[in-house]
């Protein structure tokens, strides 16, 4: 295949995944395999002193460089591509979209296994049974090997049988009471569950629904085989879950599958636990927390057509589909749905794209929609679907703002909240406080002099992590052991400043010592597997009070908690960003809904000092609703994003004088370029300007009109690499971003 009929050798077009917005040409192999080479397929090429893994972008007969200069693809590594011609469409459309160098976005839609060249073989996952024995043994039997009878247990409540993954999943350390147990003939080595014949697709009956729910479900179900992209606002506890699953069954009988998007680790096991209990289809997982086999594994089923669901994060949007019917994305209006660094892309945003270009729905939940999404609804582009009420006999909690000026606290709790505690607690019945800092204090301040423990790398404060004995920056993770005295008067007494969980957590077990407590956040989640362990005990009812941060704000399900609390609230009123106000009221809309979600009504106390500020008595009077359609007409008034575009350009150096003198240089350049509407800010230092050593600037481009914004970076971009201030800072540009820090 060197040559065609002509005689010219053939040039292979291919994107590097690194940092170079633009092509690479190469010579053909000098030998091929059988089958035709296409776009798509991965390629070992050399570059620079080694070689790296490529992707075939298109071949061509001429090329801008002399073929003597050229060097040759090493070799193919696919005998056919990976990605669909509908793949590929995406990537090279997300590439131009924001920016980004079109090999890294080829990059980002693979395994990392797969990036490294490994071949693309499906892995055969070893899969375990019960025996005859094992499915009748009593598992108190096994009360002296606790988790040889923790594993029995699993599997006894489990149809059919478990894979590696799936174990790895749900405890990392399955393997020795595995081996065990096989020894003993209480399980064995089985083959995966065979797929389901017709009419077997499902194991658990649905269940009966609303007139919304049935209306909500009705509408997806009549799109499916066509592109349309459906919002699902449902308050929390209104079923969508429910809705998500009878539309999933829906699709599995046209013989296609679902892509289901979430937006954080921790929401994946009991969805998935759920999804196994109601289908009888092979479901996939892929999250950051997998191996790169596991990974990979996923990836390839879905790919090939033998899995019907995966359920995954962010970065499983790009994984390919055999036989696509429905891209699901619940709690759409989370932030973790953009990344954050290398390719800033958001997966709600490309999901819709995904959809449009592959011709199937597009379904996004949750309770509290995102201004973009809810003004998309208005320009008529998608369509509403509401649930407006809980589902069976759940009712809305009570919302309370408890006015604290003036009161006695203690670490943060209000006598009037302790109280409620109490009473709650006597009705055997669970708490759930909600407090978004972990650690003891975010502040150690000298009493004498009032110096304070700040990071010589960031423009942050270090955090007390009392239970560590550390000060830690949140930031850049440097820390240092916690000090007794001052550095700077050497006499001064050190005090703790401010709330974290840690130090809420102590001053709970001494008001209530003997109740058990369990503290929900990353430092209290490190290891896997804890987390769940946590959620088995609270749903078990083992738990008394529950503290956490963001973590538990979403998704979660705790039948039993009729009592949750905001402990300071305050701290997201006040932001120099415009999102802030929108980010709090979805905070405090989703904390609230895990109250009263079974048939105990809930109550929600927001402690605050600013009782009469209108974001709060809106939320609370009239609901998140007419909160949006606030926040919509005060940022039509000012011209701010969904009514205009932005693109943030981000710099950053060890040096402090550079980021600004590159961003003023591309101000300029972008002036030059400019047509007009497009406004152009900056440069300015980033909110924390120094942060993990470097010096952070932004110059942020704005306009009403997003083809004149991004016809300006076209022109912009290939400028930008040029500029010899571009050589002395890191900087990246992120189009739509969802915060200005």
């Known amino acids: 295949m060197a040559k065609p009929p002509g005689g010219n050798e053939l040039i292979f077009r291919v994107a590097i995944p690194a940092p170079f917005y633009r092509l690479f040409d190469y010579l053909a192999p000098a030998e091929t395999g059988p089958g035709p080479v296409l776009p798509g397929m991965r390629l070992e090429v050399p570059f620079g002193k080694g070689s790296k893994v490529a992707f075939l972008v298109a071949i061509t007969q001429h090329s801008e460089f002399d073929n003597s200069k050229l060097k040759r693809v090493t070799r193919i590594l696919d005998d056919e591509p990976l990605l669909s ?282 309770a509290t929609p995102s201004l973009e999404s809810l003004h998309n609804v208005d320009r008529r582009r998608y369509h509403l679907l509401h649930l407006p009420e809980r589902a069976g006999n759940a009712t809305a909690p009570i919302l309370q703002l408890l006015d604290i000026r003036n009161k006695r606290m203690q670490e943060g709790l209000s006598e009037a909240l302790i109280e409620d505690i109490r009473k709650t607690l006597a009705r055997n019945e669970q708490v759930l406080l909600f407090l978004n800092r972990r650690g003891y204090a975010p502040t150690l301040i000298c009493h004498g002099c009032g110096w304070v423990a700040r990071c010589r790398r960031c423009d942050a404060n270090l955090v007390i992590h009392y239970d560590e004995s550390l000060l830690r920056c949140h930031h850049c993770a440097q820390e240092q052991p916690l000090i007794q005295r001052c550095v700077a008067c050497e006499t001064g007494e050190l005090t703790p400043l401010g709330l974290g969980t840690e130090r809420v957590e102590k001053v709970l077990a001494t008001l209530f010592p003997d109740r058990m407590i369990v503290r929900l956040d990353r430092d209290s989640t490190q290891r896997k597997g804890t987390l769940e362990n946590y959620l088995q005990q609270i749903n078990q009812g083992c738990v008394d009070i529950i503290l956490g941060t963001q973590m538990l704000a979403k998704g979660h399900h705790f039948p039993n908690v009729t009592l949750v609390a905001i402990l300071d609230v305050d701290s997201g009123l006040f932001s120099i960003d415009f999102h802030a106000a929108e980010k709090l009221a979805q905070m405090i809309v989703q904390v609230s809904g895990r109250a009263g979600r079974a048939e105990k009504p809930g109550k929600v106390i927001m402690q605050t000092r600013k009782p009469e500020h209108p974001l709060l008595t809106t939320l609370i009077r009239q609901g998140y609703s007419d909160f949006a359609r606030t926040a919509l007409a005060e940022r039509k008034e000012a011209s701010l994003p969904p009514f205009s575009y932005q693109a943030l350009l981000r710099a950053q150096a060890l040096d402090n004088k550079m980021p600004p003198l590159f961003l003023e240089a591309v101000g300029k350049l972008a002036r030059q370029y400019s047509q007009g509407h497009i406004q152009i800010l900056g440069p300015v230092a980033a909110p924390m300007t120094k942060r993990a050593g470097l010096y952070r600037y932004q110059l942020l481009f704005q306009s009403t009109r997003r083809q004149a914004l991004h016809a300006l970076l076209d022109g912009l971009m290939p400028e930008i690499e040029k500029l010899k201030q571009a050589k002395k800072v890191r900087w990246s540009l992120d189009i739509d971003p969802v915060d200005l820090y």
Request: proline share 5%; glycine share 6%.
């Open 85 to 366: 011609s509908k793949d590929l469409r995406l990537l090279h459309w997300a590439s131009s979209y924001y920016h980004h160098p079109l090999g890294e976005v080829f990059s980002a839609a693979f395994p990392v296994s797969l990036r490294q060249g490994k071949p693309a073989e499906l892995h055969v996952e070893k899969c375990y049974a019960l025996t005859e024995q094992g499915k009748t043994i009593d598992g108190n039997r096994l009360n002296r090997a606790p988790k040889q009878k923790s594993v029995l247990e699993k599997f006894q409540c489990h149809a059919g049988s478990l894979s590696e993954t799936e174990l790895s999943l749900w405890n990392e350390n399955w393997r020795p009471a595995v081996k065990t147990l096989v020894d003993k003939r209480l399980l064995e080595i089985s083959k995966p569950d065979a797929a389901p014949g017709p009419g077997l697709l499902t194991r658990d009956s649905a269940l009966q629904c609303n007139a919304q729910q049935q209306a909500a479900i009705d509408a997806a179900c009549e799109s499916l085989g066509q592109f349309a992209v459906f919002l699902l606002e449902g308050v929390t506890g209104s079923g969508k879950t429910e809705v998500y699953m009878q539309i999933i069954r829906h699709v599995l009988e046209r013989g296609q599958q679902v892509l289901v998007l979430l937006p954080e680790i921790t929401l994946t096991p009991q969805l998935e636990e759920r999804f196994r209990q109601r289908f009888a289809v092979t479901i996939a997982v892929s999250h950051s927390k997998l191996t790169d086999g596991q990974r990979q594994n996923a990836w390839l089923q879905m790919q090939q057509g033998v899995c019907s669901i995966l359920l995954g994060t962010r970065s499983a949007l790009f994984t390919p589909l055999r036989n696509p019917g429905l891209i699901i994305l619940d709690e759409e209006h989370d932030a973790s749905f953009k990344q954050q660094e290398g390719f800033r892309f958001s997966a709600r945003d490309v999901a819709v794209v995904r959809g449009k270009l592959l011709n199937i729905p597009v379904l996004l939940g949750s």
